[in-house]
């Protein structure tokens, strides 16, 4: 047991601050939050004074897990204020890990969801084989569906069969489905926008005209079921991984053009509407999707975190940001300029209409996304889009909680919750710059303080 004493406690719903308040951290929860009872010598007792309370932030699309050792990147998640994360891709040996749940290490961000293997043609290419493997994965214990690349009748189909065994799909949007059609269905959450064109294409009056011709998946189905194909999907996967843009070709291209140019505002915010009717959440990723479509962008390279990545990562990212440059012209550059402002103007019209946000990164393996820090840089375009450093606030803490439907565990700063905490030396409520100054974190009751912080970032630097 011990005391944070004399902070001011933010309440991310409705952003009112509450000064001069005392929390008594116990057994891994918030035991009591009063007025504080003043300074003391008490050496249990952590000075607040000047600082701010806040939910430790959830980043809602990770890969961490899929590292040999994840501790480095798991520990600078840690540091840059992340307590909890959602997977997005899993194998049957992390499920089987998962399964015997080893003891819960409070030094590392809570695992909040994973799926299974992530649907490609490779153990999803018919929709016989897909639900199969749908079954396969909710029985090893997997939390959800990740669809990636996968056509139409599969996702339909999985979609299904999801639903009877009671866990979501989310993940990208198939290529080819109706945007409309796959929220109606009950997609969960839609990753990165899309990708792609996905819900731009959904917002333009060329709608069918882009759905038909944007398909074509970079992994063709094997015709028969090959052995370790999991195996092989991973290392096909983990290429394209750190920039799929690279992949665009001369006709995506046009359909981008065509998708900027046909832009349709009624479309989108009847699109937004939709999605906040059926629930269908968005977990942009605008950090990701900025670093892939302006992957040759010199401020990317000359990224002070990037002393977090390792000599492999930033060798892989410097040469895609190379091929990146080499492979696009001027005009091509400019069509993924647009594109990315009219992803953030989509952004901002979804969060008016109502449509709920998450917060994710897509951290680790996608070129120049730091885990931890690409929070904070998700953070800052979640506020270029237009919302409030309140509302950039809720898209990784009362939103993600609300998603998860832990509520009752977390999401806010209250007694009885988890104690799952970031003090910021910076009031977050009027600049969203502010939920970068993480002096302490708080995570399952135990209090890492700057000077632990700062150990975790320093084992993950030089690499
Ligand atoms: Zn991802």
């Not at 992994?219 to 996967?237: N, T």
């Not at 990037?306 to 550059?333: C, I, M, P, V």
Request: hydrophobic share 40%; proline share 6%.
């Amino acid at each position: 047991m011990y005391r944070i004493a004399n902070v001011t406690v933010v309440d991310p719903r409705d952003g009112s601050v509450t000064a001069h308040q005392d929390l008594r951290i116990d057994g891994g929860r918030i035991a009591w939050i009063g007025a504080t009872t003043g300074p003391d010598r008490d050496p249990t007792t952590v000075d607040g004074r000047d600082r701010f309370v806040v939910p430790g932030f959830v980043d809602m699309h990770a890969h961490p897990l899929n590292l040999d050792d994840p501790a480095p990147e798991l520990g600078l998640m840690l540091a840059f204020g992340i307590t909890g994360y959602r997977q997005m891709s899993g194998t049957p040996a992390l499920l089987r890990r998962l399964r015997d749940r080893q003891p819960v290490d409070d030094a590392t961000p809570r695992l909040l969801a994973t799926p299974g293997s992530v649907l490609t043609p490779i153990n999803a290419g018919k929709p016989a084989a897909a639900v199969a493997e749908v079954r396969r994965q909710v029985r090893d214990g997997a939390d959800f569906i990740k669809a990636a690349l996968i056509t139409p009748d599969v996702y339909f189909a999985v979609q299904a069969e999801a639903d009877r065994l009671g866990v979501p799909v989310a993940g990208h949007l198939p290529a080819g489905v109706d945007v409309r059609a796959a929220s109606d269905a009950g997609f969960r959450s839609i990753e990165h926008v899309g990708p792609g064109l996905g819900v731009l294409a959904g917002c333009s009056c060329h709608e069918e005209h882009l759905r038909t011709t944007t398909s074509g998946s970079p992994i063709k189905a094997p015709p028969f079921r090959i052995p370790f194909a999991d195996r092989l999907a991973e290392r096909v996967l983990r290429k394209i991984v750190v920039n799929p843009a690279q992949l665009t070709g001369p006709a995506t291209l046009r359909s981008t053009r065509d998708a900027i140019d046909s832009f349709d505002e009624g479309k989108a915010r009847d699109l937004a509407r939709r999605f906040a009717e059926n629930d269908t959440w968005n977990c942009p990723t605008l950090i990701r999707v900025k670093a892939q479509q302006f992957c040759d962008e010199p401020a990317f390279a000359a990224d002070p975190d990037l002393r977090y990545a390792t000599a492999g990562e930033r060798k892989a990212w410097n040469s895609a940001a190379a091929a990146f440059h080499r492979k696009f012209d001027d005009a091509q550059h400019a069509v993924f300029a647009e594109q990315f402002a009219l992803q953030l103007r989509v952004v901002k019209i979804l969060d008016e209409e109502g449509a709920p946000l998450l917060a994710g990164t897509d951290a680790v393996g996608a070129a120049w996304v730091v885990a931890g820090a690409s929070l904070h840089d998700e953070f800052d375009l979640l506020a270029e889009a237009g919302l409030d450093p309140v509302r950039v606030l809720r898209t990784a803490t009362t939103d993600p909680t609300r998603f998860l439907h832990r509520e009752r565990d977390a999401g806010t700063v209250e007694a009885g919750k988890e104690a799952d905490l970031v003090l910021l030396d910076g009031d977050p409520t009027t600049a969203v710059a502010n939920l970068r100054t993480v002096s302490a974190v708080v995570r399952g009751g135990r209090y890492h303080d700057t000077a632990a912080l700062t150990a975790l970032k320093e084992r993950a630097t030089g690499r």
